[in-house]
């Protein structure tokens, strides 16, 4: 995201909409400046803001003799006058970053919007997490921090020594060059984005060996792990997971509950 | 996806805050989706929620590509939960917040009678979501669990601003927009209801829980 120094008018209200904190004010040219290797290309402040089509010099004069009347101007906060805020055409490597912190830009891998898969939420169709399974979306970045992927990349090293399946249809299943040692591809390991999720599954017994690798790997990164774990429940909506996560210490109430009211279709006959 | 998940805050900072989200498995059950997506919503908005959302088109709150500058001195608090309806094109997901788990329930047993055969999901505190099922007559499929924030910790903010950032799991509500938010509503230059409207613009996805801001934005003004 590149901002145009001809519309902006150093309102300021960008600054904190910024999920990155990527906007300040350049005191050379007094116009909004995007740091481009803090952007993750979320695209939050030209979408999220609401935009007035204002004429630059006008609201920049208003300003001047508000400023110099020492009158504090009170606008609404998530304006954007004069319509400053100007995407870039992204290429590889950096168009990655908009795959992963965008949520209305869909992976080319998944098919679907946002950073991972269908996951529990459709298991009642898929039945992709069984009975005495673990599916575990382990997230980077959030909230409000972003991550690189060399950091996500330690994650998928580790994980890849233990006896874990990794979920294929997820986005950074896709970027992961050797399988055998979960190494990222290379080109990608500086660029910054919202976040990414890597998805995979286990036994259920297995669940306190892998959180026990993932907190381990956890303590290594310079950003955010937010762990999820989910499982089938039995026949009367009791699950095996909950009494395996108080054992190994883990505090847990929230939680997405599938209500298992989704069905395959059968068959047209011919 | 895990967007609706990792919202912050004690338990029972969560009592008025549950998700009800719909979804097709593309390839499986999405043929004929976007319509029965659309019954979802609409028996969803009879329930009065707070706030609903389709995770391609936007929620309810949206920003304005041409906002009136008169706007500054009187800007009306627009929601239209049916244009969401209106604009469910193609399968996608699509979400319904309420306030109040008596009307979740109701939702539920009306759910349950429409057999869409698609994919629902509540986002909440676990056991409230399995004993509301319970009530309706449904057993639930599938459970996961938030296991919470672990890392660098130190780059997190304070509570308020956790609780407010983390209802747009996407993270397109920044922490310091809504530190900026928990400011306007101390020094009193905005209500609280004023300051959740805005945030709730930035949720593409229509999940930003209003009632829960309000409420938040309320307690950071006095510091509890």
């Known amino acids: 995201m590149e901002v145009d120094p001809g519309k902006c008018v150093a309102c300021a209200n960008c600054i904190p909409i910024c999920p990155m904190g990527a906007i300040y004010i350049d005191p050379a040219a007094n116009r909004a400046t995007v740091n481009l290797d803090e952007c993750v290309e979320c695209f939050t402040c030209y979408r999220g803001m609401s935009k007035e089509h204002m004429n630059p010099t006008l609201v920049r004069a208003v300003r001047r003799v508000a400023k110099w009347l020492r009158f504090r101007f009170e606008p609404e906060p998530d304006v954007c006058p004069t319509d400053a805020l100007t995407p870039q055409e992204l290429t590889w490597p950096r168009i990655i970053r908009r795959a992963f912190s965008d949520p209305l830009v869909p992976h080319e891998s998944t098919g679907i919007h946002g950073r991972g898969t269908e996951e529990v939420k459709t298991n009642d169709v898929t039945n992709r997490v069984k009975e005495g399974e673990a599916g575990f979306t382990i997230e980077f970045g959030r909230p409000g921090v972003g991550v690189r992927f060399r950091d996500v990349e330690k994650m998928t090293m580790a994980l890849a020594k233990l006896p874990v399946e990794f979920e294929e249809k997820n986005p950074v299943f896709e970027l992961i060059a050797d399988r055998a040692t979960g190494a990222l591809k290379a080109d990608i390991l500086d660029e910054k984005v919202m976040s990414a999720i890597v998805e995979l599954k286990a036994r259920i017994e297995q669940v306190p060996a892998v959180l026990a690798r993932v907190e381990a790997v956890a303590h290594e990164v310079h950003t955010i792990v937010s762990i999820g774990v989910s499982t089938r429940c039995d026949g009367t909506g009791d699950d095996q997971l909950a009494p395996v996560l108080a054992r190994a210490g883990y505090t847990f109430f929230r939680g997405k509950t599938n209500l298992g009211l989704g069905r395959v279709p059968k068959p047209v006959n011919p | ?224």
């Not at chain 2, 900072?13 to 989706?33: C, E, H, L, P």
């Not at chain 2, 979501?129 to 319970?134: I, Q, V």
């Not at chain 2, 400011?183 to 930003?208: H, K, L, S, W």
Request: hydrophobic share 40%; net charge positive; charged share 25%.
């Open chain 2, 1 to 224: 996806m895990t967007n609706t998940l990792h919202r912050f805050g004690a338990p029972e900072t969560q009592r008025d805050d549950y998700i009800v989200f719909a979804m097709a498995s593309k390839g499986i059950n999405d043929a004929g989706a976007p319509q029965k997506l659309q019954a979802f919503l609409r028996l969803a908005v009879k329930h009065g929620p707070i706030n609903v959302g389709h995770a391609i088109k936007g929620g309810m709150y949206r920003p304005s590509a041409n906002l009136n500058p008169l706007a500054h001195w009187s800007r009306p608090e627009t929601a239209d939960p049916d244009a969401v309806v209106r604009s469910i094109e193609a399968p996608s997901t699509v979400a319904a917040v309420f306030d109040d788990v008596a009307k979740v329930e109701a939702l539920l047993k009306d759910l349950k009678a429409a057999d869409l055969g698609i994919s629902i999901n509540i986002s909440s505190l676990a056991e409230e979501a399995n004993a509301c099922c319970k009530r309706a007559g449904i057993t639930r499929h599938s459970i996961e669990y938030s296991l919470g924030f672990h890392g660098d910790l130190n780059q997190l903010p304070d509570r308020h601003v956790l609780e407010l950032s983390t209802m747009c799991g996407h993270g397109m509500l920044s922490h310091n927009f809504a530190r900026k938010m928990i400011d306007m509503v101390r020094e009193n230059r905005r209500t609280p209801r004023q300051a959740a409207t805005y945030m709730a613009r930035f949720c593409t996805c229509g999940i930003f829980n209003l009632t829960r801001a309000t409420r938040v934005l309320e307690q950071a003004r006095k510091g509890e």
